[in-house]
Nanobody
């Protein structure tokens, strides 16, 4: 499974940005996808995940500001980020879990910088 993320960039505080991630390869049994982020000097944290059964989870720091959506038929997910804060600055990585192989896959990451 290969993951391709896009949509990162520079945005001012209070602004919005939308990330996309598409999985390719043996994706039939991918049943969970999500976004994680890692800021400089900090540990990686979960941003949001979505399952093929519709279950969605958000990290506490993004609840009410970020929205994850997805189409598992296309194994593509999106992360709509609003009311961005400087502390949202990080490398955002896409993740996919393959239920048959019982393993996860990571994309290369896309950089989001929130700064005035």
């Amino acid at each position: 499974v290969q993951l391709q993320a896009s949509g990162g960039g520079l945005v001012r505080p209070g602004g919005s940005l939308k990330l996309s991630c598409s999985a390719s390869g043996s994706t039939t049994s991918v049943n969970n996808m999500g976004w994680y982020r890692q800021a400089p000097g900090k540990q990686r944290e979960q941003v949001a995940t979505i399952s093929s059964d519709g279950t969605i989870r958000y990290g506490d720091s993004v609840k009410g500001r970020f929205t994850i959506s997805g189409d598992f038929a296309k194994t593509t997910i999106y992360l709509q980020m609003t009311s961005l804060k400087p502390e949202d600055t990080a490398v955002y990585s896409c993740f996919a879990f393959h239920r048959d192989l019982l393993r996860g896959y990571w994309g290369q990451g896309t950089v989001v910088t929130v700064s005035s």
